[in-house]
C-alpha cells in the first residue's frame, strides 16, 4: 500500500507560497483552503478592532470606533454597563474593557456582551 507523499510548511507573515498542481480537484481543495484561511484571518482581525467613548471616530481605522456607533447605547447607559463591570470584576455582568487612561473595548467584548444581553 503506497500513500502520496505531504508537504508540511509553515510561513511567517507576509510570505506567499506559490503550489503548480497536476489534477484540478487538488487545485480547487487548495484554493478553498487559502480562502478559508483569509476568511479566518479577517475575522480575528475583526474580533481585534477596538472602541471607544470619544464623540469622534479615529481617523485612518477603517471603521467608526465609537462605541456609541457600534452598539447603539448612549453614553450614560454605557458608562453604567462599563462601571458595572468594574465594580463587580465581571461577575455582576456589565460591558468588559480594558483601562487604558480611557476606557478600551475590544470587537470580541461587544459580541460577548451582546448575547448577553438578548
Known amino acids: 500500500m503506497s500513500s502520496k507523499p505531504t508537504l508540511s510548511l509553515t510561513l511567517a507573515t507576509d510570505q506567499v ?4 498542481m497536476s489534477d484540478p480537484a487538488e487545485r480547487l481543495t487548495y484554493e478553498n483552503l487559502a480562502k478559508h484561511q483569509l476568511d ?16 469622534e471616530a479615529t481617523p485612518g481605522r477603517g471603521y467608526d470606533d ?18 458595572l463591570w468594574r465594580t ?8 468588559r474593557h480594558a483601562w487604558a487612561g480611557k476606557y478600551v473595548v475590544e470587537e470580541a467584548a461587544c459580541r460577548e456582551w451582546l448575547r448577553g444581553a438578548a
Open 17 to 20: 507560497l506559490h503550489v503548480h
Open 40 to 55: 479566518v484571518d479577517a475575522e480575528k482581525a475583526e474580533l481585534r478592532r477596538t472602541y471607544h467613548l470619544g464623540k
Open 88 to 95: 463587580g470584576g465581571g461577575k455582576t455582568g456589565g460591558l
Open 66 to 83: 465609537r462605541l456609541t456607533v457600534r452598539l447603539g447605547l448612549s453614553r450614560s447607559t454605557l458608562m453604567l454597563q462599563l462601571e
